[in-house]
């Protein structure tokens, strides 16, 4: 018997764009690295399943990371079946100036030579984990010619802040968010590993499948109700602070 | 979540176990549970309801479900925490989610098993409307299919209220009608209809209605362009004046491809719901009776090119019959026709007819009464084997007059004339 038709063929989706911006530099050795790797296989090995309970948007992955220079793990965004980690190991400064000149590119229309798509794109999310100030001074002047990207300032984006507090640290952090809500401070590394799970979980789910609106409710496939679901779900998550 | 496996309620002296969560939505958890020596599902709200939410919710589960194709609420459960929940039968394994077919992960066993689901949706809501509900709620995670053989499964009943109640839901953004995207009325029959219009417009399409070349004016699609697209100036992408929405080359694929080969009074159907619908939403969008005539209608047409297995409409409808299959371009097979009334049945093998086509007061759209089978020692011979409860008479162009079982096979000749039953007579042509 013949199908209705090809297998494979399927509806136009939006695009959401999930970014991992990692630090990899050589004070990330040991511990902090090695439950951001175990993180990441996590959230992977949970994405198909919430591919899978929506229509409304194909979800796309990239990760960054960052040492002495920045580099991306992947070319171009990847589908979440075809997004395999390899685990990063850590040396190096931490020019986060690099980063967000990558940032920059990757954030940019693909006609116009970047990796966010022309059609049909949502805002993305992106989640920067570090645990030491930049190495590269002028990462400020790098973070204000991000922050004039449309997609950056409408993207959804955490800090997340490794066993490091100082105030200085956490202004890196809160500069970049440009919401002191979501920086955090993880302080173990089963704390990291469970942070960066729910929030990259709870984020694809809620941005990818618009949800029904009730009378009185605001924002749906917004940011807010991610931000919202993301810290009920960190109440439960211990060694945390935000 | 707020159980965990293994763990057990008492209700009213009964042991209600949780087996195992088996997921999380926005609003609730529902979790596998065994309850009187059976397996439900149970979905428990994880905030506490209105006293108006949980009075309707015993209200639907007191009057019942319109139908087998409704997942319906069973039992009603207060905890001791004042949440509340509710029992209902688990999702059978054959069932798939409309999302997957979406997505292309899963696909029909034919265009007329398509149609039949379709049918079975039409079918469903008719019932629904007809016991004064509405869902209010229609979006593609509501519904789930058996690829198959049509069947339909509609979940997430908890919104159904009388129709013109509300109690809070409004829908999902892309399925919603656009006077509620626009806050100007509350979730009723006719947003229902519209609904209802995009579902049946994305089984058949593969696309929404309202997604087209004016995406491009968006860099980002966030609230303020769905808004605009779906709420304020919505523009079906067809529209027969207004070209400014065309289905975009290269991104709308799917659509462009299947709207060319829908039949043209499909396609008014839909032109009516997305165009004169949006203003006159009383008498402007296409019913579940009007859909299930189309429906019937268009599977009915519906011929299997012998070259490569493709089926598409004989074309009745259209300016002229299609004359070559549209995959292939094999010419289109000699087939006879069987006029029954107002219907014209294609009689290819394997073609139903329906108790809908011999009585037009039956809402029994997909029970089978006849079907065009092949005989077994020469294939070349097709026949109408009966599955009826009394005997039909036909009469050949000689006059020559015959008494067929019930369960009998009528040749398929031309000219001959089928009398079902006193007012039924119907003739292969």
Known sequence: MMQDRMLGEGIARQELNLLFVIDNSGSMEGEKLGAVNNAIRDVMSIMPEIQEDTSDATIKISALKFSDKAEWIYSEPQNVEDFKWKDLSAEGGTNLSGAYDELSKWLTKRSNGGMMPDIGGVAPIIILMTDGLPTSYDWEKHLESLKKKGWFKVALKYALAIQIDTDEAMDVLNKFTGNPETVLKVYTAEALRKVINVIAVTASKVKSNSASMGVGAGAVNGNALAQNEIASKLDEVEDVEW | ?429
């Open chain 2, 1 to 429: 979540m707020q159980f965990n496996k293994n763990d057990s309620i008492t209700l009213d002296d009964e042991k209600l176990t949780i087996v195992e969560p088996l997921g999380e939505g926005g609003q609730g958890e529902v979790y596998l549970v065994e309850y009187q020596g059976n397996r439900y599902a149970l979905k428990v709200y994880k905030d506490e309801v209105s006293s108006d939410f949980r009075y309707n919710l015993k209200n639907n589960i007191d009057k019942g479900s319109p139908s087998n194709s409704f997942l319906w609420p069973k039992l009603l459960i207060d905890f001791d925490n004042d949440r509340i929940g509710y029992l209902m039968d688990l999702r059978p394994k054959n069932f798939v989610s409309f999302v997957s077919y979406l997505t292309g992960k899963n696909a029909f066993a034919s265009r007329e098993v398509m149609l039949t689901w379709c049918i079975n949706l039409c079918t469903a809501f008719k019932k629904l409307h007809e016991m004064g509900y509405s869902y209010q709620d229609l979006n593609d995670g509501s519904f789930f299919l058996d690829q198959t053989n049509g069947d339909l499964l509609i979940c997430d009943n908890d919104n159904v209220t009388a129709d013109k109640k509300n109690l809070g839901i409004l829908g999902k953004m892309r399925y919603m009608a656009p006077e509620i995207v626009r806050n100007e009325m509350m979730p009723d029959v006719h947003s229902d209809r519209f609904s209802l219009g995009v579902i049946l417009f994305m089984a058949l399409c593969l696309g929404n209605p309202y997604e087209g070349e004016r995406l491009k004016n968006y860099d980002i699609v966030d609230e303020k362009a769905e808004y605009e697209l779906f709420g304020s100036n919505p523009v079906f992408v067809y529209h027969k004046t207004d070209k400014s929405n065309r289905p975009i080359r290269g991104y709308h694929t799917s659509v462009l491809k299947r709207w060319a080969y829908i039949p043209l009074y499909i396609k008014e159907a839909f032109h009516r719901t997305f165009v004169d619908g949006l203003t006159d939403r009383e008498n402007g969008r296409t019913t579940e009776i009007e859909w299930l005539r189309l429906f019937m209608r268009y599977r009915d047409e519906l011929i299997r090119c012998p070259h490569c297995g493709y089926e598409y409409i004989y074309g009745f409808g259209e300016k002229t019959l299609v004359s070559s299959c549209p995959s292939c371009n094999t010419p289109t097979k000699e087939v006879c026709i069987l006029e029954l009334g107002k219907h014209k049945i294609v009689l290819d093998l394997g073609k139903k007819i329906t108790a809908a086509h011999l009585d037009k007061y039956s809402s029994e759209y997909n029970k089978t009464v006849a079907t065009v089978i092949a005989n077994k020692n020469n294939p070349s011979l097709w026949g109408i084997k009966l599955d009826l409860s009394d005997p039909v008479e036909i009469k050949d162009a000689s006059g020559i007059q015959k008494t067929i079982a019930a369960n009998g096979i009528i040749p398929i000749i031309r000219n001959l004339k089928i009398k079902f039953n006193e007012n039924i007579i119907g003739e292969i042509k």
